[in-house]
């Protein structure tokens, strides 16, 4: 039996309840760590974002600026799938501009990849 088992089983252990403060501090040394030990470890990422791509095409299209920030919300969205490591940026900004077109019922002439799409749609889908 784990330690942490036996502790869990004991009926005289308590969890101490973290202030929001005290929560938020050990939160930020968290992300600290990983940081430091993904830079100890030699690891780097640098990839390219959607975000400008989705601007320039943004100015082309309208000046309605809830369309930027929907378009802007899809793309952070698309973070949590694979889309990101298999689209390139230019094609997530134009899926997530038609996204946000479709999301406020105004006509788009873009033409996205429809599997990016379906990508960034499935994140919504509701089990």
């Known amino acids: 039996m784990t330690a942490a088992k036996k502790v869990s089983r004991n ?6 309840e973290l202030s929001l403060k005290l929560h938020e501090v050990l939160k ?12 100890a470890l030699g690891y ?14 943004w100015q082309g299209l309208s000046s309605d600026t809830v369309l930027l920030r929907v378009a802007h919300n899809f793309a952070n969205d698309s973070f949590r799938s694979r889309v990101v490591i298999q689209a390139s940026p230019e094609e997530i900004g ?34």
């Not at 780097?44 to 095409?57: D, R």
């Open 94 to 127: 134009n899926a997530c501009l038609h996204l946000a077109t479709l999301f406020l019922n105004q006509e788009s002439s873009l033409e996205p990849n429809p599997q990016i799409v379906s990508s960034v749609l499935s994140l919504y889908k509701v089990n």
């Open 11 to 16: 009926p005289k252990f308590k969890p101490q």
């Open 44 to 57: 780097q990422l640098e990839a390219p974002l959607p975000y400008q791509y989705i601007k320039q095409t």
């Open 28 to 39: 930020k040394k968290l992300v600290k760590s990983e940081f430091d030990l993904l830079e």
